[in-house]
């Protein structure tokens, strides 16, 4: 297995994949792997001749206050984990790589990067789509896999790939859930004990909005998003930042419960904010 | 010769050209070509298996009120031109194939795009490194080859190009001139027979500012630059948007006038705007 530190390495890694005739898939990651990622990789080794994984912790997607410094790093576990799967390359960039002395050529995504996490996180997804650009310059991914747990981001980069013609295919994969059910996040890792417990009330919550949209009874949404709100606030640890019902591709807020559509929710649990989603296919 | 009109065929022909290991030459254009498009096309021939040429009016590099409406086309021409020489396609976009309705993700390259033209021209140099990441992303090129005439557009697109990584070398190629000294650019149809005349002067205060660095009687920056501006005020027809000397490489401002400077202009001859350049090694 490649451990590469450089772009121009990188790069030069890919070009022999790739002249070569192999297909290259691609799951970018901030590290601190869990079986969530580990899912994107294997579902990459099935789909791919080739499977590249990068580790770097993008300064450009944090906001002043957030938890950039703290965010957590396990260099040897992310190896060993890796390791047990057929991956031909891990991509180590540090931040000086990525982001050298005077750097200051910014994507801006658009209105799409301001609505839901993009509200109360600005230029998050700006971030995520500047990395995300370079990484794709740097890996030239046939596909590249991303965790419907950040479902915004997924949508984000599905249409940065459109709109600047990036030629890699975007592939969600489903949430990987612990078993009691919370949604597997390297943010998990900052939950004390009691506040672990209170974390599993966001699927509880989406569960339970799922079942008052298909119970048909419910055709309002601002009745459903009242009555997830209210069943989210019944634990005094959680503090919610949003409940949103959207189109799951577009990210349009919903008029009617009818159809396909995503409950998305973003909670402040002490100091960590964490997000869960469900899609409903209610046609 | 391919005449391709969407994204997803160059994409196409592209990876065929790449699979079978040939090297690819770009050489976007905004049409209405010239020969100094023609000596890009050249080199471009020269140096690589494969040459694509694009002809695309990118409306996200003007400004309102600018000209993108009555901006020069020839088709007919272009493809004459073009089929003179070895060239394996054209790419001819249409705009709703480049910027769809609902289009929302521009490239901001920072304080380079704010200086020089960047300052009259607001938002074009965001305009042109989208575009430029666009293409690149349709047509994946070995090397892309750019005219020295737009010095900050080059300065730019390298820029980006390192900064987002593409993985594509940026050649700058010398001005092309008229006989009479004229930059060669498609906006100089625009000319009426008199300010045709007065255009050359652009690149007789250029040459003017040369001889007076060359002489090594000029310590002082402000000093030449009031030089040539007094030179250009001599013609009544010409309006001086700038006069600047800088690093060619960096744009940034010089100090002394010794080592390698940049002199360059933008003036207006009625309702066209002229740039010109040259660069000096006073080493």
Redesign the interface.
Known sequence: MHVIKT?KAM?ALS?TF??S?RTIGFVPTMGSLHEGHMSLLRRSTEENDVTIVSIFINPTQFGPGEDFNRYPKDHKGDMEKISTLPVEAVFLPDVSEMYPKG??????????GNILCGASRPDHFNGV??IV??LF??V?PDRAYFGQKDLQQAVVIK??VQ?????TEIVLCPIVRESDGLAMSSRNSYLSDEERKSAIILNKALQYGKALIMSGKEGDISSVKGKIAAFLASDPLVRIDYIELVHPESLEQVDTINGTVAICLAVNIGKTRLIDNTIINNG
Request: net charge positive; hydrophobic share 35%.
């Open positions: 772009v790069q070009r790739r002249s005739g750097f200051s050529t910014f994507i801006y995504v658009g209105g799409i789509a500047t650009t370079k310059n740097s030239a249409k940065l709109e600047l013609n990036f030629d």
